[in-house]
């Protein structure tokens, strides 16, 4: 599973990602955390706000920081 957290550096996506961090941990399962942080590829794909978080290349959240407790049913799909 790759897991992609992406934006610019801000204090969002710097949340986003620990909560990513920490249901992956909760959750006990293997993954790969990729942080992407290149304007150009985020607007290529689609993204216009940020924090967003993709899973296997699929959007699941834009615009707003994921709590633990969703990442996690979203990580179960």
């Known amino acids: 599973m790759k897991?992609?957290?992406?934006?610019?550096?801000?204090?969002?996506c710097k949340r986003l990602t620990?909560?990513?961090?920490?249901?992956?941990?909760?959750?006990?399962?293997?993954?790969?955390l990729v942080k992407?942080?290149?304007?150009?590829?985020i607007m290529d794909r689609g993204v216009m706000l940020t924090p967003a978080l993709a899973v296997d290349g699929e959007l699941k959240?834009?615009?707003?920081?994921a709590d633990v407790k969703e990442i996690k049913e979203i990580l179960q799909g």
């Open 36 to 41: 992407v942080d290149d304007i150009t590829e």
């Open 61 to 65: 959240v834009s615009g707003r920081v």
């Open 18 to 32: 620990k909560n990513v961090e920490a249901a992956i941990k909760d959750l006990g399962i293997e993954a790969e």
């Open 3 to 12: 897991v992609e957290v992406l934006g610019t550096g801000c204090a969002k």
